[in-house]
């Protein structure tokens, strides 16, 4: 017997070993049918899960216009970028004015305080001045007062004379030109006088054209020219006695 499974001994290995070389074989037939089915599944186009879904063109013309929103979202976004970039320009433009607006303020402020503050003194260095001047003629003769009281500007003598007492001045006029007198005593009582202002508000009246027949008037005889030249010259008005006048403040 055992020379006999001797014998089959090598044949029965043969037969293992072809058996198992077909099962390998299988094997790796069974593993490359694999591979090359999960490559397929990697390689083919994704079946929708909506069967109504067409895909295709569709997907393009989605595509399209989500990037012409999404170019014109960048667009009107920089777009206001800009304008805000501009408004805040502006703005800071219009601080820096208000800034050098206010500067000018404060600074034109201080200017009109300096100026009222000189006219102040002013005044105050011109009404001593006044107060010494009547003093001054208070003590002198009304008659040199007088003289030279008619010889005085208008700006000095109608401050003086008001400031002045009237039983003095009633003196000084009366040793005065009987004309500067006059006029002394009519600018005395102005000083109390309002403007007349109904005449500047009221409109200016219309010139009345002249007829062309009346262009030329007839040139009179020369008797009725001389007959008529005095009558023409105006009366000189009487001067006013000095106890009349209109006396000064007291």
């Not at 037969?15 to 074989?25: E, F, S, Y």
């Not at 079946?47 to 895909?55: C, E, R």
């Amino acid at each position: 017997m055992k020379p006999r499974f001797a014998r089959l001994l090598p044949a029965v290995v043969g037969l293992g070993a072809v058996v198992l070389v077909l099962k390998t074989t299988d094997l790796v037939h069974e593993a490359y049918a694999e591979a090359g089915a999960q490559v397929a599944a990697l390689t083919q186009e994704p079946v929708p899960s909506n069967k109504d879904y067409a895909g295709g063109e569709d997907d393009q013309a989605a595509s399209a216009s989500q990037v012409d929103v999404l170019n014109g979202l960048s667009k009107r976004r920089r777009e206001l970028d800009a304008r805000e970039s501009q408004i805040n320009t502006q703005a800071n433009m219009i601080a820096a004015a208000e800034k050098r607006v206010d500067a000018k303020i404060a600074q034109l402020q201080k200017l009109q305080a300096q100026m009222n503050a000189l006219l102040v003194q002013r005044d105050d260095a011109q009404k001593a001045q006044i107060a010494s001047l009547v003093k001054t003629y208070s003590t002198m003769k009304a008659k040199d007062a007088a003289r030279i009281f008619n010889n005085l500007p208008d700006e000095v003598l109608v401050p003086v004379a008001h400031d002045m007492k009237s039983d003095i001045m009633a003196l000084v006029l009366a040793n005065m030109n009987p004309d500067a007198a006059k006029s002394l005593t009519i600018k005395l009582a102005d000083r109390l006088t309002l403007p007349q202002t109904t005449d500047a508000v009221a409109p200016a009246p219309a010139p009345v054209p002249a007829p062309q027949a009346a262009a030329a008037p007839a040139t009179p005889a020369p008797g009725a020219q001389a007959s008529a030249a005095p009558a023409a010259k105006p009366a000189a008005p009487p001067a006013p006695a000095p106890d009349k006048q209109a006396a000064p403040k007291g």
